[in-house]
Structures are given as C-alpha cells and as structure tokens.
C-alpha cells in the first residue's frame, strides 16, 4: 500500500520563494550576533509574511526578526513560545503597530518583565495574552492600565510574581472585562497586604469575567470578590481546595443576575448544601462543573434539576456517590444539555442513559471514560448528527458492536477517545474509513491490540485526516512497528501531540520522518516505557520540536546527560519533563534542565539511582515557576528537611517527593 500518493507529495514540496526563505533565515540566526538587516534590500509583503512565519514556526522569532520582517500596521500579532522576546522585543513592537495592534499574544515570553510593559504603550490594544510570562509584577500592571487603557481581555496565567498589588492595580482599569489568573499562587485577593488600599478605587470595576483557577484563595477571597464584582458573567474557581459552602453562600448572596458559567471542579469541601445556594441564586447559570466536588449526593442532582429549563453544560466528573435513578431523572427534565460529563462516575450504567439521545437532541460532547458498567445496549442508541466529541476510555463492557453503531452515525464528530476499548479487525477497518475520518482533530487508540502496521496505514490513507489531525495516541499498540509509525508521521504534518507509551516494538527508525520542517509544532511527545529509544531518538525530537512544552521518557535505560542537556537548550519551553526511572540520567542533567528552562512546572526523576539532590539546589535559583518535583532521594530526615526547605527558598510553589534510588 503506498503510503503518500505522489499527488500529495507534490503538494507538499516546498516552493522556490519557500526554499529562499529558509535560507535566509538560516543565515540570520548564524548573523544575530551582528544583527543582520534589511534596510537596503527591497523585499516584498508576501516576501516579509513568509520570513516572519518561518521564523515563528520554529520559535525562533526576536529581536533581529522584529526589526527586519516585521510588518507595519498589523491588527494580530502572535509571538507565543518565542524564548528571544524581551523587553526590547516591546520597543520594535510599538514603533511598528503601535497605532493599530488590537490582539498580542505573548504566551510563554519569558523574557518581558516590567520593563517592558512600561514601553508597552499601545492604546488600540484590546486583547493581552502573557500567560507564563513569570517575571512581571505589580509595576508592569500599573503601567499597562495606563499604557493601553482600551484593554478588554488580560490573561496572566502562570506569572508566578502578580499578587494583590498588582491586581489593584488592573481592577482600576474602565476597560478591562475579562481577567485570567490561573496558577497565579501569589494572588489572596483580600488586599491585606497592599499599602494605602482604597476600596472605592476598584468596587466600580468593569470585570464581566474572572479566572482563578488552582489559586491559594480562601473564602473570604470570594466574599472580596462578590464585593467588588457586582457584575460577574464567567467564574472559574477551579481546584482552589480551600472554598467551602461559605463561598457559595457569598456567591448566593450577591445574587448574580447574569452570571451564566461557574466552575468550582475539585472543591473537596462542597456538599450539597452549596450546590443548591448556587442553583437557587444564580436565575441564568446554564454551564456548571462540579467535577471531582466527592462530598455531593443525589440531592445535589435535585437541585440542578430545579434550573433545568437553561442548563446546557454540566459536568460531574469523579462524582462517585451519584446513583443512577438520579441520572435518569436529570435528564428526563434538562433536555437543552449540550455538554454531559460522566466520566469516572462508576455508579453509572444503562439503565442510566436510557433514552439519552431522545431526550437531550442537542447533544455535543458525551464524557464516559471508565464508566464500566456502560454497554452497547446505551451506545447502540447514542449516534447523533449533533455530536462532536465521545470519549469512551477504558468503558471495558463496550464492544465492537457498540462503538460502531454510535460512531457511524456521528457525521459531526472531531474528537475520538476509543482507548482500551476491545476493537476487533473489522471495527477498526471500518472506522478508518468513514467519513468522519476527514474532519478528526483528535483520535486515540491506545490499548488497541488489533492495532498494526496495516490498520495503521488505512486510517492515515486519508489525506484530510492527515491535514486535520492534532492529537494522536496510541500508548500499549503492541503489534506498531517503526515502518508504521514512521509512514504515520511522514503523512502528518498538523500534529501537536504524540503518545506512544509502552509501545515495546518501537525503537529508533520510528521518527526518522521527523523534521522540523514539518514538525515543528509539535508540543507534546510522550514515549515512556517504550526501550528501543537511545539518545538518537532525543537528539531527534530536540532538533525537530523546538515548541516542546511536555516531554515523557519514563523507563528508559539508555538516555543520558548529554541529550538531557541538549534537550533543555533546544527545548527551553518545556514545563514538565518525566524521566523516572531512567537509571543513566544524573544531576547534571536535570541542572541543565533547570538552568534552560525557566517556565519548567513539573519534574519527574523519581527512581533515577544517580542522582544528588543537594547539587540541585544551585540551579533551582533559575527555576522559580517549578510547582512539582519527583526525586530519588538517599538523604536522612534531617537532611531532607533541609534540602526541602532550602529549595522553598527558591521555588516557593514547590512540592518535593522523593523515593528510593
């Protein structure tokens, strides 16, 4: 079977202008050091455009580029994972858009800082994006509600330095509606601590919509926050662990009339109680999750069902003590649901979902992952026009009969999670050739074992799926070989994200296909437990992914310092990297990941025996943003304590696990 028809691969071939591009941005890159230019050779837009995208599709966009390629008078400008944005990148910014730029992004720059925000004067700007942009405080946000006092929508996820000084700050704006801070673990909002607070400054604050997801608040944060935003639309207080039912209560008190979408996923605390002061109060709440919230019941389920006429997204994700009578009741009275998320409520079976597709006709997104008790006789019924995204991971009662009968009639399906779901030759040949196959962005077929080479290449025959396709998994395929990998990553060049954990037949050979060319938008790349990789395969994936954000080795005996460290400086995007049990990998390795990478969040080198944790403690400096970190341990208590507590000094966030070497 050939793999690539040769139309396609025409298609494919880069052009002159394309091949000229990518030789002067080579010849840049070798030249920063004295700043190459472009002043005095004429170059034309479309010239300029594919300079600037070349560049950006590796990551490799600053300040030389700025100057250079830069278009005048652009509306959008996007420089996400690009590490050589710094403040100065600001100054180029301006002086080119200054008078028009409405949308910047600046995702993961590490490099700005308050100083350039002050320069950041651009009073068309509406929309900001500086998640990960960890170096930026309480002065950066001063400026900016003066620099650019059109400014709708801030999202400054992962700053680990914004606290309630700076959010002081941005509530000043007349502007501002829509504020993200996740992961911003600085941030109390009770403005304990902020000098000459004057409340009258803020309580008029515009803010339509507030994220506060994975923060330290507390309850008397959300009493704050009902206080100053009188008008709120959107609330995610998702994972903020401490809320109990008085945050509902303070909720429920100011009433919100137009708040529409609550999030409160892992509220430990809630029960009953609070979930019904948040039905009761909130008369246009129509999106509510209350996912992983262990301490709701049945009579969580009466309450919802109350506000049944406007509820189109619900989600009860890991809400394990709900019973199946209370299911079927919900959705005998909540047919508007569009969205429903069952996963991990084991309870959850047949009798369940009886008539799920009659009554709710609206429905998109169905959510059942290791719901086992579910069987063809819910799934035969489920398939719908209407729906875009089944994730049935691990429902082990759900055969081959059922998937098909529901997938084939899902016309409008993008999303596909059929993991460790027992599909036979057939089902597989069959899915690969439906339709449904030209529009997929995200499939997963881990645990598969009728899954080969073979199966492999009638799925990926389909050149719109190639095209479309994001995300592909495929942990546990046993019977993959590199020739069918390799062929798979040749085909497709849309991919953000691989999973090909404990696929044991795979070594090597299977990224050969893999070239920054094609591939340098991959972000995610997980090949843990797979043994035939050597540091071949890593050299590989740092040459060819340089937006890498999440990279998993786990169990390889092969890899070492060497590619460890060129890893980090290829990659300097990664936030979370797991190489436990990988035995060759010592401190050296993981101090260059902590020098390289300074928005690193998670790292795993639990049951790496080579490893000293004392020699970390130097580089951690780098490495504020680290939240988690897994380490093979051999210190005494005493001296654990003191590592844990020197490296808290360092990464304030942190939490230490250690394990045996």
Wanted: proline share 2%; with cysteine.
């Amino acid at each position: 079977m050939e793999w690539k028809s040769q139309e396609k691969q025409r298609k494919t071939a880069p052009s002159l202008l394309s091949i000229c591009v990518q030789f002067i941005c080579a010849k840049m890159r070798e030249k920063r050091g004295n700043l190459l230019r472009f002043s005095e050779i004429e170059l034309t837009n479309d010239s300029r455009n594919l300079l600037f995208l070349n560049e950006f599709s590796l990551g490799s966009v600053d300040n030389c580029t700025l100057e250079n390629v830069l278009e005048n008078d652009l509306v959008q400008l996007n420089l996400n994972e690009c590490v050589g944005i710094d403040d100065q990148s600001i100054e180029f910014i301006v002086k080119k858009c200054g008078n028009t730029l409405k949308t910047l992004s600046l995702n993961d720059c590490s490099g700005i800082t308050d100083i350039g925000l002050k320069d950041l004067c651009i009073p068309s700007l509406t929309k900001l994006d500086l998640n990960g942009c960890n170096r930026m405080g309480s002065q950066g946000m001063k400026s900016l509600v003066q620099n650019c006092p059109n400014l709708n929508e801030l999202d400054l996820s992962e700053c680990y330095f914004i606290d309630d000084d700076a959010i002081y700050h941005l509530l000043q704006s007349k502007s501002l509606i829509i504020l993200t801070l996740a992961d911003c673990f600085r941030v109390k909002f009770t403005f304990e601590d902020v000098q000459n607070f004057e409340r009258e400054k803020v309580e008029k604050s515009p803010l339509k919509s507030l994220c506060m997801r994975h923060t330290f608040i507390t309850d008397e944060s959300v009493r704050m926050i009902t206080q100053i935003c009188s008008d709120l639309r959107i609330l995610d207080l998702s994972w903020c662990n401490k809320l109990t039912d008085l945050s509902s209560i303070y909720i429920a008190e100011k009433k919100y009339s137009n708040l529409f979408a609550l999030n409160v996923w892992g509220w430990n605390k809630l029960t009953d109680v609070g979930v019904q002061n948040f039905c009761k109060s909130l008369p246009k709440l129509s999106s509510l999750t209350i996912s992983e919230c262990n301490g709701i019941t049945d009579q969580s389920i009466i309450s919802i069902i109350a506000m049944s006429p406007l509820v189109s997204s619900l989600n009860l994700w890991g809400c394990t003590s709900l019973s199946p009578a209370s299911i079927q009741l919900l959705l005998r009275h909540t047919s508007a649901i569009q969205s429903l998320g069952l996963s991990f409520c084991h309870q959850i079976n047949d009798s369940a979902l009886q008539g799920l597709a009659t009554k709710l006709p609206s429905l998109k997104s169905l959510q059942f992952e290791s719901c086992r008790n579910l069987t063809d006789e819910t799934l035969k019924t489920l398939g719908s026009t209407t729906i875009q995204s089944i994730n049935l991971r691990r429902c082990t009662s759900i055969t081959s009969f059922g998937v098909w009968e529901c997938v084939q009639r899902c016309t409008s399906l993008t999303n596909l999670n059929l993991a460790f779901v027992s599909l036979d030759v057939e089902t597989l040949e069959n899915l690969s050739k439906l339709p449904i196959m030209n529009q997929l962005k995200l499939l997963d077929l881990s645990g598969q074992k009728n899954l080969c080479d073979l199966r492999l290449a009638q799925f990926f025959e389909n050149e719109s799926l190639c095209e479309t396709l994001n995300v592909f998994k495929m942990d546990e395929s046993l019977n993959v070989t590199n020739e069918g990998f390799s062929h798979l990553l040749q085909s497709c060049e849309a991919l953000t994200t691989i999973s090909l954990c404990f696929c044991t037949q795979l070594s090597d050979d299977a990224f050969q296909s893999l070239g920054r060319e094609n591939h340098s938008q991959i972000t995610s790349v997980s090949i843990g437990g797979c043994g035939g990789f050597t540091n071949k395969t890593i050299s590989k994936i740092s040459s060819s992914c340089p937006k890498l954000k999440e990279f998993v080795l786990a169990w390889n005996k092969k890899i070492t310092d060497d590619e460890i460290s060129k890893l980090a400086q290829s990659c300097p995007n990664l936030k979370t990297v797991n190489l436990s049990y990988c035995d060759l990998v010592t401190d050296a390795g993981i101090k260059e990941l902590l020098l390289q990478c300074k928005n690193l969040k998670k790292l795993d080198a639990g049951f790496c025996p080579l490893i000293e944790a004392p020699k970390l403690l130097g580089p951690s400096e780098k490495c504020s943003s680290l939240q988690s970190v897994r380490l093979a341990c051999k210190l005494t208590g005493a001296e654990q304590h003191h590592f844990e507590t020197e490296i808290k000094k360092n990464c304030p966030f942190v939490v230490v696990e250690t394990t045996s070497s």
